[in-house]
Nanobody, 125 residues
């Protein structure tokens, strides 16, 4: 069992930056693939980025490539999402997720095992 707590959301103007953090407790984050998803009002939750246990595999949704960077610090049990050049369409609740290796790691939401409560990101135009 692992508990995930996100922080770092807020209100920012278009073109600005935010850094989201996700702290894991209960189990070491190094045991899990980690990812970020988001859900905008009236829309389904969507994949944003994921990173493998060692950090050797990183994947982004096309709309954030070149603007967002996912990283992890296993010693601090923390995963980050650095978001630059933010756009109003990035407005959403951002969720951290953890996936046990060997259980079918993918972008599909239903394959992820643990979720945080989310942090709101609002980008004004």
């Amino acid at each position: 069992q692992v508990q995930l707590v996100e922080s770092g959301g807020g209100l920012v103007q278009a073109g600005g930056s935010l850094r989201l953090s996700c702290v894991a407790s209960g189990r070491t984050v190094g045991s899990y693939h980690m990812g970020w998803f988001r859900q905008a009002p009236g829309k389904e939750r969507e994949f944003v980025a994921r990173i493998s246990t060692s950090g050797g595999i990183i994947d982004y949704v096309e709309s954030v490539k070149g603007r967002f960077t996912i990283s992890r610090d296993n010693a601090k049990n923390t995963v980050y999402l650095q978001m630059n050049s933010l756009k109003p369409e990035d407005t959403a609740v951002y969720y951290c997720a953890a996936d046990r290796p060997g259980s079918g790691w993918s972008r599909t939401m239903t394959t992820w095992d643990y979720w945080g409560q989310g942090t709101q990101v609002t980008v004004s135009s």
